[in-house]
């Protein structure tokens, strides 16, 4: 009898095979969720998964922050020498970047949890470098998108892609409730949601029938750890 056995891909495999593209964006898009310019002078910022690092060089540059370090295990940075001040290429659940207690304003952790074995664990150890009246920014992917719904109810599909919210990487699923108990499941409080990838007249009418959630293809959330 002939033994089959089979080929096994690991996670560094897996983001081998992606884009430039993939890693090569500033998410902008947290801006609305920032604290202002002013109260942000002296900031510190740590990102989960900052791939090449250019969302934290556009918060340095636009004033946000003054000292920004990244964390990533798949890539290396690829910002202009000297714009992030320390880089830590290490898995994150595994060890924590060498930073002292209560030494963070902001912590970023944008589509990177929902790629994790044990995120709910991974926060709370982060929590411990994040200061007193410090913030959490979080964005995870919507399983409840109404194209994920569709699939599954009508074509009994749920196949994963390259990107986007059935990312092969993905290893957890998250809605609007349990994206706020993700965020809050370190001691922070969500303060504030936004929602990507909406149609204003769309959500209106389907908020009011109980389902706004289902246009939203990711949320992003900021939480505030407490003062002491």
């Known amino acids: 009898m002939r033994m089959i056995v089979a080929e096994t891909c690991t996670s560094a495999d897996l983001y081998a095979e ?28 740590l990102e989960i998964g900052c791939s090449e690092g250019h969302t934290l060089e556009w918060l340095k540059e636009s004033g946000y922050c003054n000292w920004v370090a990244g964390v990533e295990p798949y890539t290396e940075l690829q ?3 000297g714009v992030v001040d320390q880089f830590f290429k290490l898995d994150i659940e595994k060890e924590l970047p060498s930073l002292p207690s209560d030494s963070i304003d902001l912590i970023l ?3 990177v949890l929902e790629h994790l074995v044990n995120p709910w664990e991974t926060i709370r150890r982060l929590d411990s470098l994040l200061k007193p009246g410090g913030l959490w920014i979080i964005s995870v992917p ?12 009508f074509k009994g599909r749920f196949n994963y892609s390259e990107s986007g919210i059935l990312d092969r990487t993905h290893l957890r699923f998250f809605t609007r409730t349990t994206a706020i108990e993700l965020a809050e499941s370190g001691g922070s409080t969500v303060i504030q949601i936004v929602e990507t990838e909406t149609n204003r007249w769309q959500k209106r009418l389907l908020s009011r029938l109980g389902f706004g959630d289902l246009l939203a293809k990711q949320f992003i959330l900021a939480a505030k750890k407490p003062c002491i």
């Open 18 to 45: 992606k884009t430039v593209e993939y890693f090569a964006r500033a998410r902008t898009e947290i801006e609305p969720l920032l604290p202002p310019k002013k109260i942000s002078l002296g900031c510190r910022a």
């Open 109 to 111: 952790c944008l589509d």
């Open 142 to 153: 919507n399983i409840r998108n109404y194209h994920i719904l569709i699939d599954l109810a």
């Open 79 to 81: 910002t202009r020498p």
